[in-house]
């Protein structure tokens, strides 16, 4: 009986893991605009997280091209790319997840690189000073593309005039 608990107890907890499991970069299905319509993951997304994810520059580093309403104790907020205060009000969920993993289908001659992506991207070495990375790896994991998703998502301030 008690072999019978444990093992039940086990296959309990590795439910969750296997029901939540992210859509690989690969099977990420775009629309006709660059727009990817599921989520990644299973998990909603966290805007908390979303801001780690987007300000610290080891993980998404946003801040490096792009400044936001409340931003302004970042530093050296970047000034390459469009401003994202208000950017809710611009673009739908689906539309802004479709940015964040391939920018280039929405908008094929951007800089902006593919944060969920496994093909046509430089890999750097480990800390830009070694070879390049062999294993298939992406800049941002589905969940912080997710988390950062819901972050845009409150940036529904209007433009300033």
């Known amino acids: 009986m008690r072999k019978l608990f444990v093992l039940c107890a086990a296959a309990t907890m590795a439910i969750p893991s296997v029901l939540s499991a992210d859509m690989a970069p690969r099977d990420v299905v775009f629309g006709e605009l660059g727009e990817v ?8 997304g966290n805007p908390e997280a979303g801001f780690t994810a987007a300000t610290e520059r080891g993980i998404g580093n946003c801040v490096a091209c792009h400044t936001a309403e409340g931003w302004a104790d970042m530093p050296f907020p970047g000034n390459v790319g469009p ?7 611009v673009y739908d969920e689906a539309t802004l997840r479709g ?16 944060f969920y992506n496994l093909d046509d991207i430089y890999r750097p070495g480990d800390g830009y000073t070694g070879k390049a990375a062999t294993e298939e790896v992406t800049v941002l994991t589905a969940q912080q593309v997710e988390d950062i998703v819901a972050l845009l998502k409150t940036f529904d301030e209007p433009l300033p005039e």
């Open 37 to 44: 319509e599921t989520p990644l993951t299973d998990t909603p």
């Open 83 to 89: 401003v994202l205060t208000g950017i809710a009000n």
């Open 99 to 114: 940015i964040l993993v391939n920018s280039k289908k929405a908008f094929p001659g951007t800089v902006m690189p593919a």
